[in-house]
């Protein structure tokens, strides 16, 4: 095995996490990628890797090791590049992933004006409600909407939302309006799950917390259906307030509790850091953040 598979071997490791993480990204078998890093340890004479049976983590030599070895690989691509004009202009496939609504609503329109832009993109887009890891998924950009974990990603803030509870006008004028977080218990809630089904829901205004079980009378595992809930008069619910905006805004939907919600959650682009970047990518994020914070006025109205 050449020395160029052994470090991009022992980096693919390191950045996912583990071998089969970076036996998928590296398009290789596990057993391959197990050799290689093996190789490099024997040649160089010390362990780069402390493994148990849940995790992988770099040794202090792997870490100094890492630090050269990402830096000899940026070069040669660089280079390579360089050579052959792949990062004068965007080209290849850019995958991105955001949560569902807020992908349909602003990542799907983006996708189509990039693409239109620059006709040697393809776009692929992975809309999910759950926390991607994008070096092991193979995506290149992914929006997050709430605080960021410490993780080797570059963020750019673009906005931020906020948890609104909402109900149609008609739900209010035959049931009432809640003056408290408390009184939600007398009221029909629908919820959505991860997050807001069977949990309870913490209220924060300025450096006061409260936390309120509200037992729903609908749960779902999709949000459009509590959502359709509050729309057809049927029930209270919360979502987060970008997922409402136009329904607000058009009076189909009424906010409650405003004096109780005035936490603010970031909504960030993220991507892999580094100096050597793709075309694609530096032109999708500069493309998207424009455009995102000029929306993003009317996220958290």
């Known amino acids: 095995m050449d020395r160029f598979s052994e470090l991009q071997a022992f980096v693919a490791v390191a950045e996912a996490g583990g071998f089969n993480a970076a036996a998928r990204r590296l398009n290789r078998s596990a057993p391959t990628v197990t050799r290689l890093v093996a190789g490099l340890e024997a040649r160089i004479g010390t362990r780069l890797f402390s493994r148990t049976t849940r995790q992988v983590a770099l040794t202090e030599a792997g870490e100094r090791l890492f630090r050269d070895a990402r830096g000899v690989l940026?070069?040669?691509?660089?280079?390579?590049?360089?050579?052959?004009?792949?990062?004068?202009?965007?080209?290849?496939?850019?995958?991105?992933?955001?949560?569902?609504?807020f992908g349909r609503r602003y990542v799907a329109p983006l996708l189509r004006s990039f693409t239109d832009r620059h006709p040697q993109v393809s776009a692929r887009a992975v809309f999910v409600d759950r926390i991607v890891n994008l070096i092991e998924e193979g995506l290149d950009v992914a929006v997050r909407v709430g605080?960021?974990?410490?993780?080797?990603?570059?963020?750019?803030?673009?906005?931020?939302?906020?948890r609104v509870v909402v109900a149609s006008p008609a739900y209010v004028a035959a049931h009432g309006r809640p003056a408290a977080p408390e009184e939600l218990a007398a009221h029909r809630i629908a919820a959505a799950s991860p997050g807001t089904g069977d949990e309870p829901w913490s209220f924060v205004a300025g450096p006061r917390?409260?936390?309120?079980?509200?037992?729903?009378?609908?749960?779902?595992?999709s949000l459009d259906?509590?959502?359709?809930?509050?729309?057809?008069?049927?029930?209270?619910?919360?979502?987060?307030?970008?997922?409402?905006?136009?329904?607000?805004?058009?009076?189909?939907?009424?906010?409650?509790?405003?004096?109780f919600e005035d936490r603010r959650l970031p909504v960030h682009l993220v991507h892999a850091e580094g100096p050597l970047r793709a075309a694609k990518i530096r032109a999708f994020v500069d493309h998207a953040a424009r455009a995102l914070r000029a929306e993003a006025a009317g996220w958290a109205a």
């Open 74 to 101: 940026e070069d040669l691509a660089r280079a390579e590049a360089a050579a052959a004009g792949a990062h004068a202009a965007p080209q290849g496939l850019l995958s991105v992933t955001a949560p569902v609504i």
């Open 209 to 221: 917390r409260r936390s309120v079980a509200v037992g729903p009378a609908l749960m779902a595992n």
């Open 147 to 162: 605080e960021l974990a410490e993780s080797s990603l570059t963020a750019a803030r673009v906005g931020a939302v906020r």
């Open 225 to 259: 259906v509590a959502i359709d809930a509050a729309l057809d008069g049927w029930a209270i619910t919360r979502v987060l307030s970008y997922q409402v905006a136009d329904a607000l805004a058009d009076g189909r939907l009424v906010e409650l509790l405003p004096g």
